[in-house]
């Protein structure tokens, strides 16, 4: 018999034998929850309860005899919803607020109530394989969805709400999302093609997978798209794509699973547009102005791509807006698991990305008429000409009507350059099952180490655009001794509108050591489980704001012009320490009771926590010394649940009470930079449910929140309010018919209204939007589809920026909104 050795945890060697090798029995019932486990993909009707989930548990289970709240979507619906990011897909899940409104990537995801104040998913953690893609979810310009990609890779996506995500992971109290891969069980693969009918996009997806031999299997897919993006831009603005692939060797007694993954991709991303707001703050009305309609129409513009400013220390940094969010991964790692006889097992998996790229854009830190800018910016006597565009250095004699709208953007570029955001990770669990005779359990320790980089320059610049829903130009305003003030459009280095808060520099590494043990224990028709770990989390590193204002010939040209003579730069000589370490201890204590076979009771009480990481660092949170308060550098939150599942002949449904409190520390740095320090409490149901009849369809949900901010320490008049952007009601439901060849149906989201801010003054309108779908399968291996985003062409508001409490007298605001309707054709061929 030899000795094979096998490199666990990162640093323990562990010898384990080397015997004939077999297929691996796919037991769920007997195995800890890793990918390789994960029983048959879920089918696309709704299961009669056996349908098995691997997240947020310590082995493999079926949904319904256990006491969270999961839901899963597979790779037939992923096709179906035909999302345009990883954040679109999650608006089909129950007790989830994503506002996928920005494009592809950099959403904002809240759980239950739980409070979404800086943007990203603070409470949220995204997975691939059971494993983080980034350790924190609301990284400013770096949030996890961006570096996740839905493609044909992947196998199913699973949501846990609540409960065990407390102690399964590290920050991430609200929801585990975690993207699966296909690992070549059965071979065969697709090839499709989409294309973007009344917009410009072209896409190619691939997968292919398959045994070889008895012992090994493969899996390898990804996807490469070029487009204009569907708000055309007037130029390529989504370019990129991704290959993933894994390699897995089966032994008698488990696996050993080796993977990788190389992503870079271009996508625009879409800000906060200006829009005119009119009425009552209690019931305004949202309308496009002339020549921008805020559905289709986009800042983003052929005129103005190059940037060039000044980072930390003076270093000039060019940058190209067309290249919007520029995401990069190289990432490589393995998984083994090892059944050891005698009711252990153990298993460990680790991965290493190094994560990088850039983001710009064109924000409207400020819209306000042409004629206020002028002579804001030149003085009385003021005039105005074209910087770049067909109509470069005309004179505009006009201004007050100019495109009917006689409106300029003060647009800052939100330059931000990713140096470093490389993720390190090793989970090492250890299992035993146990029988009694009374029962039957099983006890789990498990081990997470994690490493998180974030290196980030912030550089931004200010410039004068005209207000034009496509291939909108920069603007020069000229003194009365026709002079230019600004230079080609530059109204300044860095952002006075917003007091030059934003040149910044990031250096800082986050250490996680997290010990868990948990333990379940089945008796009849009752489950009891139970979770415990222990966090230890360590930043350390520095970070830099403005050091002073300079004069420099960023341009190079040789004349020092207007706004050379103010540039704001960063010095790293006067950074300041961080240097923070905070324990703590997060649990979850759950019950689920199964009434029949076919339907179960559930209870579930847990504590969890969210260390915090570079959005308290410039908000007033570090101490001069670089260390930070308990309260500030972790916000626990306490959840508590109970609901019931039920499943017979094709019908299903999840019903679930919550309630969560929470406090926050955190910094608002757009629409207005704020610093927060508030307690919340939010209570609801939550509902999931479907139904299967012949060809007949449908799966909904729906998630009624009351979310209260209890505390403000910083502004206490808020004590009281509904958090902003918290809709009392969000659903969703997907009918859909099968007959024969054709399948067709629609994906309904809707909520209703919430506050533009935390005042409640200003509401958004609630909305209701339809994406349809259909299908043909053409022969047994074709199938030709037509997907319809936002079919009815409805304004769907999800954030207010310039003026968020109040209906402006001017009616001059800024808005985000889901882009208007979109519809891409394609067709697949699977072999």
């Given amino acids: ?455 980030m320059d912030w550089h931004w610049n200010s410039y004068l655009q005209e207000l034009k829903g496509k291939d909108a130009a920069l603007l020069d305003v000229y003194n009365a001794a026709g002079q230019a003030v600004t230079q080609n459009g530059l109204i300044a280095y860095g952002e006075p509108v917003f007091g030059n808060c934003c040149q910044r520099y990031y250096d800082v590494d986050y250490n996680i050591d997290a010990p868990y043990l948990a333990a379940s224990f089945k008796t009849g028709a009752l489950n009891l489980d139970g979770s415990v770990r222990f966090n230890s989390s360590k930043a350390s590193g520095s970070y830099a704001a403005i050091g002073g204002l300079r004069t420099i010939d960023v341009n190079g040209d040789g004349i020092i012009q207007t706004p050379e003579r103010s540039v704001p730069v960063v010095n790293t000589q006067a950074s300041s320490p961080v240097n923070y370490r905070k324990n703590y201890f997060t649990y979850s204590i759950g019950a689920n009771y199964e009434l029949m076979s076919n339907l179960a009771v559930f209870a579930r009480v847990s504590r969890g926590a969210r260390f915090n990481a570079d959005r308290i660092l410039f908000g007033g949170g570090v101490r001069a010394d670089g260390s930070v308060a308990d309260e500030v550098a972790v916000n626990f939150v306490n959840q508590q649940e109970a609901g019931l599942k039920f499943r017979r002949n094709g019908f299903f449904t999840n019903l679930t009470a919550f309630r969560a409190t929470t406090a926050e520390a955190n910094e608002i740095v757009i629409p207005q930079q704020a610093v927060i320090n508030n307690k919340y409490r939010s209570y609801g149901v939550e509902f999931e449910g479907g139904v299967d009849r012949g060809f007949f369809h449908l799966v909904a949900g729906a998630t009624y929140t009351h979310a209260r901010i209890t505390e403000s320490q910083i502004t206490p008049a808020l004590n009281g309010n509904v958090p902003y952007r918290q809709a009392d009601l969000i659903f969703q439901v997907t009918p859909s018919i099968s007959v024969r060849k054709l399948d067709i149906g629609a994906n309904i989201i809707g909520t209703t209204s919430s506050y533009a801010a935390d005042v409640n003054t200003l509401k958004m309108p609630g909305y209701v939007m339809t994406n349809g779908f259909v299908s043909y399968a053409l022969t047994p291996a074709i199938r030709l589809a037509v997907n319809a985003q936002n079919l009815f062409d409805v304004v769907a508001i999800t954030e207010v920026g310039q003026v968020p409490d109040s209906v402006p007298a001017n009616g001059i605001n800024t808005a985000r909104a889901f882009p208007g309707r979109n519809i891409t054709a394609s067709a697949t061929f699977r072999f």
């Fill in 1 to 455: 018999m030899k000795l094979t050795t096998f490199l666990l945890a990162g640093t323990a060697l562990v010898c384990l034998p080397q015997i004939a090798t077999a297929q691996v029995a796919a037991d769920p019932a007997a195995a800890p929850a890793t990918a390789d486990q994960a029983a048959p993909e879920p089918a696309a009707a709704p299961a009669e309860g056996g349908d098995i989930v691997v997240t947020g548990t310590a082995r493999a289970e079926r949904r319904l005899t256990t006491s969270i709240s999961v839901s899963a979507v597979d790779a037939q619906d992923i096709a179906k919803l035909a999302p345009m990011g990883s954040a679109d897909l999650l608006r089909s899940i129950p007790g989830l607020r994503a506002e996928s409104s920005g494009g592809e990537s950099n959403a904002n995801i809240a759980v239950r109530g739980l409070p979404a104040a800086s943007g990203g998913g603070k409470f949220v953690q995204f997975q691939e394989d059971g494993l983080p893609v980034l350790d924190f979810g609301d990284i400013a310009f770096a949030t996890a969805d961006t570096f996740v990609r839905p493609d044909y890779s992947v196998s199913r996506v699973e949501v846990v709400r609540g409960g065990s995500a407390s102690t399964f992971t590290s920050n991430a109290p609200g929801a585990i999302i975690n993207f699966i891969s296909k690992t070549g069980e059965v071979a065969g693969g697709s090839i499709g093609v989409s294309k973007g009918l009344d917009f410009n996009r072209t896409r190619i997806d691939a997968d292919y997978g398959a045994p070889i031999g008895d012992d090994w299997r493969f899996h390898v897919g990804g996807f490469y798209r070029v487009g204009n993006g569907v708000r055309d831009a007037g130029y390529t603005s989504e370019r990129g794509g991704q290959i993933k692939g894994n390699l897995t060797r089966k032994f008698a007694n488990g696996f050993i699973r080796l993977n990788f993954k190389f992503l870079d991709d271009r996508s625009p991303i879409y800000v906060p547009s200006p829009i005119r707001v009119t009425g009552s703050a209690s019931d305004p009305t949202y309308s496009s102005y002339p020549g921008f309609d805020v559905r289709s129409g986009t800042l983003l513009s052929r005129y103005f791509r190059s940037d060039v400013s000044i980072g930390r220390d003076g270093q000039r940094i060019v940058s190209d807006l067309g290249d919007g969010y520029r995401v990069k991964t190289r990432g490589g790692g393995a998984e083994g698991s090892f059944d050891l006889g005698g009711g252990w097992r153990i298993d460990d998996k680790f991965n290493v990305a190094s994560n990088s790229g850039s983001f710009a854009t064109s924000y409207p830190g400020r819209v306000a008429t042409l004629t206020t800018f002028m002579s804001e910016i030149g003085g009385t006597g003021a005039s105005l000409r074209y910087a770049n565009g067909p109509n470069a250095g005309q004179v505009i004699t006009n201004p007050a009507t100019l495109n009917g709208n006689g409106l300029g953007v003060n647009a800052l570029t939100f330059a931000t350059t990713l140096n470093d955001f490389t993720n390190a990770t090793n989970v090492l669990t250890v299992n035993k099952d146990f029988n009694t005779g009374f029962g039957k359990g099983s006890v789990t320790f498990g081990y997470f180490k994690s490493y998180q980089a974030i290196r």
